[in-house]
């Protein structure tokens, strides 16, 4: 499979080094990796969801709970949260890690896949929501502990979107 | 059955659970008996109670969680009774008070009206302990043991369709918010 092995590696050792102890997800073709590495953690708390939204909710309960959280979707997972993001995360300032991969933009060749592209950026930029690319495997922790960083500093959710340069390994 | 007396009847039961509530009546009428630091009421968010009190319960397995929500936000989350199922944290019970209604924006009446049956669907959705409840004490016994148990429930609480004559609760809910997170993590066990 050419979804990068290496870079959901770097990611998931990121996401640990930040204390990530839940990580809520809905699967798709670039988080394969970075599920299974979740399943095979026995430290690592993960949760399957039926979709997206519930996401913000586990995410919730956790951060009262005093457990930092990660949720993993596709942007369209990202569209589909919109209420929860809203209601729940804005509206009582959780901090929401979301690492969203950035399905529909420059060399996306699946046809379905290219309008939730179109608008992941301006929906994040409408509400605010902090985001930032990860491009490659060099500079990607960093921007995690930074991102990290944020969400628990402002209170409030922070998008990373995982491009195709760094989750796919073709594209290199 | 008014869900008013059935949370009457359960109010000391919750004193040492994280209680995660909906919005609208449920809140308030909770709320009128005597609001707790470990009370949350999400007053918005429809459907998600139940995904933030999985949340806690997966975060803190050594605390008991009780979910109190209602016909028309399970409706709206239905697939998370699939997510519940699939890990069916044992500290976890998930209340439901049916009244058949979106009550506090107006009555409307839930496809809970017209046949479809809550426990069922959670039966069906892999939990295996669920069941229908008609009477406050039948509601409250099954509250006690779900609580008590080791095990996650589901109970569904048929109720009427009527609520307090307002749902204004002097807390702000930044104020609810960051109260509970402390009281969770105080008695982080």
Not at chain 1, 134 to 162: G, K, N, W, Y
Not at chain 2, 75 to 88: K, S
């Amino acid at each position: 499979m050419p979804v990068s092995e290496t870079s959901s590696k770097v990611i998931y050792d990121a996401l640990k080094a930040t204390d990530v102890g839940v990580i809520s997800a809905l699967p798709e073709t670039w988080l394969v990796h970075l599920i299974r590495m979740a399943d095979d953690d026995p430290a690592m708390t993960l949760v399957r969801l039926a979709k997206e939204e519930e996401g913000v909710g586990v995410s919730t309960g956790a951060h009262f709970a005093g457990v930092r959280s990660a949720m993993l979707m596709q942007n369209h997972g990202f569209l589909q949260s919109i209420n929860g993001i809203v209601s729940c995360s804005l509206l009582y300032k959780i901090p929401l890690l979301m690492l969203i991969s950035d399905r529909g933009h420059l060399g996306e060749p699946d046809p379905w896949q290219t309008e939730g592209g179109r608008y992941t950026r301006h929906v994040l930029d409408a509400l605010r929501i902090v985001h930032s690319e990860l491009r490659d495997q060099d500079t990607a922790p960093h921007q995690i502990a930074e991102a990290m960083t944020l969400a628990h500093s402002s209170l409030s959710p922070v998008a990373l979107l995982l491009t195709r340069d760094l989750m796919w390994e073709s594209s290199r | 059955m008014k869900r008013i007396d059935c949370l009457d009847a359960i109010y000391e039961d919750l004193r040492d659970c994280a209680v995660v509530t909906i919005m609208g009546a449920v809140a308030a009428e909770l709320y009128s008996l005597g609001h707790r630091a470990n009370f949350f009421y999400l007053e918005h968010a429809m459907g998600l109670a139940s995904s933030v009190g999985l949340g806690i319960a997966l975060a803190q397995p050594e605390r008991r969680v009780v979910v109190i929500d209602g016909d028309g936000s399970v409706l709206m989350n239905m697939g998370g009774l699939t997510t519940l199922a699939r890990y069916a944290p044992g500290n976890l019970t998930h209340i439901v008070f049916d009244n058949e209604s979106l009550l506090s924006v107006g009555g409307f009446p839930t496809a809970t009206s017209t046949g479809s049956d809550l426990a069922a669907i959670a039966r069906g959705a892999g939990i295996a302990n669920t069941g229908t409840y008609t009477t406050v004490d039948d509601v409250a016994s099954a509250t006690r043991s779900a609580i008590a148990s080791n095990e996650m429930n589901n109970l569904v609480a048929k109720v009427e369709a009527i609520g307090p004559a307002g749902f204004h609760m002097d807390l702000e809910l930044l104020e609810n918010r960051f109260e509970f997170a402390r009281a969770l993590r105080a008695e982080k066990a």
